[in-house]
Structures are given as structure tokens and as C-alpha cells.
């Protein structure tokens, strides 16, 4: 019993470090895979129609998980951690400044501040690209949504929210620099008082102290899911010389000599097959976890209430049976005939159904709008170590800039 213990751990730590090699070592092909972590355990759905049958279909049976739960210990209640209709009802409340339209009015300033952005940067200079793309997408997140800029300030605030954001799957224990995030974050939360989103919120009669809330948890979501895809794009892009021409001609051909507009983007085809292959090797939602309120049955599979569920988009999508050669980057996947080969939930970068990101239209006009405005400017070059490791959990992406003639 002692051994068995014993390798559950060592399993759990090596699932935390590095997750992904550890899921595609299961030997188990079942449609649902159990498996331990520590001294729990998880129960891994693999199968695309089972995704859908938990996430849309019939969402209301499954409840929140355990990360979900120990989210509230840093992100309080808010939208993220709430479930059911008092979920639907906050998520009602806050759609507005999430639509095409604000979207759509926020988009000039995206570009300026990617400008702003590429501006600082020296010419074969060295850097770690994670911390520049989080302050440039905390500082569009806070304007477009609450009206202020962060310009200056963003950089504190970025570490506060990290600190935040490896906090939320670990047990719930008030060290002290998580206690100093918190304080930084909350400091700088009770400044923002304007914005479409805040004023929503207040007409919704909530308190100060539940817009703070979800202020912060919405900063928290802006400097991970954006950031990361970013950095990975630029990355594949950078490593793949054909993508990376093709990319540049495609843009020249729309755009000629000036940067980006919303209209713009909308006929970018080989850019959007690079972003869509990139959200498949770097899923921005790397896992999703849910919990059945009452026993299931998952084909043939009985899975008993309160049964921690893993939903994992880092897996699934790499997952053979839908993606030849599933670890090569090849945006040809993405052509429409190759799509319609495929299952629809064996891709769900942003999660689905009444849990999707709601930031997903933001995100993503946000990503293609700052990924053409900077690589007219630049070639960024992924340094040895990240190429030789493109480990998805990792928060360093060491670069070398390059400034096109």
C-alpha cells in the first residue's frame, strides 16, 4: 500500500510539471480513462461526442471541479467560478462590452498600443516575449473594458496577476507574496470606475467589493490565455520559414504599407489556418474540469457522482484519430475539406457551451490585430532552448527581434 501510495504521488507531482506527456502515457484507450494524481484522481474523457454531451448538450447535469473550487480562494465569486443560473444570470450581466460591436470599437487602439509596444523594442535585441505580450494584453483588456490606461503601470500589476494565476490550482494556503498580489491587485481594481462593463454590473445592484472581484478575475484571464497563444504563434511562425512567408505575403496583399483594421482581418485565410493550428498545439484553455451532480453513464462507462472530470483540449487535440501526425504544426488541417473530416468537439480551444470563454470575440480580434501589426515590423526568432522545448506549460519565451527593412 505504501508503494502504491508512493507512485500516486510521484504521478501527481509528474502530471503538475508537465502534464502533457504524462496523458498521452496512459495506456488505457477507453472513451473515459481514470487515472491517479497525488492521492486523487481524475476521470479523462477523450471522446469528442462525450465533450459535447458534457459541455452543451446536457451541461446542467455536471457541476464545478476541483481546481473551479479552489479558484474561489483567489478569484472569490464572480463568473468563473459560479455555476448553474446564478452563473447564467452574472454572464447575462456582463455580455455587453463582450460583442461584436464594442469589440469592434476598441479595435484601433489594439494597434496602437501593439505599436506602441513594438516602438520599445531594439533591433536584434534578446527578450523573454511572455511579460511584453501580458502588459500589452492587461493594458488593451483594462481600456477596452474599464477605460483606463495602464501605461506605466501595467508592468506590477502583470506580476501581481501571475502570481494570482499559478495560485488558483494549488491547495489554498495565504503565503506571502500571494498575500502582497492580492493586495496590488485589489489596490489597483478600486481605481476602475468607468467603463460599459462596470456600469452593467452596477445596474445589476452588485456591491463594490463583487465588481472588485470580477474585475481582478477578468485581469487574471487576460494575462494568460491571450499572452501564451501570442507568444506561441509568434514562435511557430518564427520556426517555420514557408508559414512565416506565406503569412507576410498574405498581408501585404491586404493590408499594402499600413496596419491592420477589424475589416481587415476578416480576409486573412492562410493567417487564420496558422492561428487555428497554433490554438490546436497551445490550446489557450488547457483543461476544463466538471463534476456529475448525480451518477452518469459515459459509453458504458459509470462514473459516480462527485467524480473529479478532466476535459483537456491539450490532449484531445492531439489526439491521433482526428490529426495525422498530431505534434507537427501544419495549418493545411484547417482547409475546409480537412475540417469537415473531423469530429466537431475534437477542437474546443475556448471550451463550449454555457462555460466558453466569454472573452473568445475579444481575444481573438485581439491576437490577429497585434499579430499583423507586429509582424510587419518584425521578425522574432525563438531562441535554441525554446525550440528544442516547446513544452506547453511554460511561461519563458526567449526571442531574438529582428526589425524588417
Known amino acids: ?63 464545478e471541479g476541483k481546481w473551479t473550487l479552489r479558484g474561489r480562494y483567489i478569484m472569490k465569486d464572480c463568473l468563473i467560478t459560479r455555476e448553474g443560473g446564478p452563473h447564467r444570470e452574472r454572464r447575462s450581466q456582463m455580455r455587453s462590452p463582450f460583442g461584436r460591436q464594442a469589440v469592434e470599437a476598441s479595435s484601433g487602439f489594439m494597434v496602437d498600443r501593439a505599436i506602441r509596444f513594438c516602438n520599445d523594442w531594439q533591433d536584434g535585441a534578446s527578450i523573454d516575449l511572455f511579460p511584453d505580450m501580458g502588459r500589452l494584453a492587461l493594458e488593451i483588456a483594462c481600456e477596452s473594458l474599464f477605460e483606463i490606461d495602464l501605461h506605466g503601470r501595467s508592468a506590477r500589476l502583470n506580476e501581481a496577476l501571475l502570481e494570482l494565476l499559478v495560485a488558483i490550482p494549488r491547495l489554498p494556503i495565504p503565503r ?52 501564451k497563444t501570442l507568444c506561441w504563434l509568434f514562435t511557430m511562425i518564427g520556426m517555420h520559414e514557408d508559414v512565416e512567408s506565406a503569412v507576410l505575403a498574405e498581408f501585404d496583399e491586404i493590408l499594402g504599407d499600413r496596419d491592420p483594421t ?116 518584425w521578425r522574432i526568432r525563438p531562441e535554441t532552448n525554446l525550440v528544442a522545448d516547446p513544452n506547453p506549460q511554460r511561461m519563458s519565451f526567449p526571442c531574438r527581434l529582428e526589425r524588417r527593412a
Open 176 to 227: 506571502p507574496r500571494l498575500l502582497s498580489a492580492r493586495r496590488h491587485a485589489r489596490g489597483m481594481a478600486a481605481e476602475f470606475t468607468r467603463g460599459e462593463l462596470i456600469r452593467d454590473l452596477r445596474e445589476a445592484g452588485l456591491s463594490p467589493k463583487a465588481i472588485r472581484d470580477e474585475i481582478i478575475a477578468l485581469m487574471i484571464a487576460s494575462i494568460d490565455t491571450t499572452p
Open 1 to 63: 500500500m505504501l508503494f502504491s501510495t508512493t507512485r500516486e504521488i510521484l504521478d501527481g507531482r509528474s502530471f503538475q510539471r508537465n502534464p502533457l506527456p504524462f496523458l498521452l502515457r496512459l495506456e488505457d484507450r477507453a472513451d473515459v480513462v481514470n487515472f491517479k494524481t497525488g492521492l486523487g484522481g481524475f476521470d479523462l474523457v477523450r471522446c469528442p461526442n462525450l465533450i459535447q454531451r458534457i459541455l452543451v448538450k446536457e451541461n446542467d447535469l455536471y457541476g
Open 262 to 377: 477589424v475589416e481587415d482581418i476578416r480576409h486573412l485565410k492562410r493567417f487564420d489556418r496558422v492561428l487555428d493550428e497554433t490554438l490546436r498545439l497551445f490550446p489557450p484553455v488547457h483543461f476544463i474540469d466538471r463534476r456529475p451532480l448525480a451518477d452518469v453513464e459515459l459509453n458504458g462507462t459509470m462514473v459516480k457522482a462527485g467524480s473529479y472530470m478532466l476535459l483537456c483540449p491539450l490532449y484531445t487535440h492531439r489526439d491521433g484519430r482526428y490529426f495525422d501526425e498530431p505534434h507537427r504544426f501544419d495549418d493545411a488541417r484547417w482547409l475546409p475539406s480537412e475540417v469537415k473530416k473531423r469530429p466537431v468537439f475534437s477542437f474546443f480551444p475556448f471550451g463550449a457551451g454555457a462555460h466558453a470563454c466569454i472573452g473568445r470575440r475579444l481575444a481573438t480580434v485581439e491576437m490577429k490585430l497585434i499579430a499583423a501589426t507586429v509582424l510587419r515590423r
